[in-house]
């Protein structure tokens, strides 16, 4: 039982820091000399502008 806690809780982790790091490079844009490549749709909707 202790196992599936911690299972649950590390994946609810991965999935909340990945979404803030999703969310940290829609409203940033890259440096000049960089590529940006095209963002799917569903991160443009994180966009906070």
């Given amino acids: ?3 599936l806690i911690k299972n649950e809780v590390s994946g609810k982790v991965i999935a909340s820091v990945g979404r803030k790091v999703a969310e ?3 409203n940033s ?3 000049l000399i960089f590529h940006q490549p095209k963002m799917p749709k569903q991160v443009k909707k994180l966009r906070k502008f």
């Fill in 1 to 3: 039982m202790n196992r």
């Fill in 24 to 26: 940290m490079n829609a």
């Fill in 29 to 31: 844009a890259c440096a």
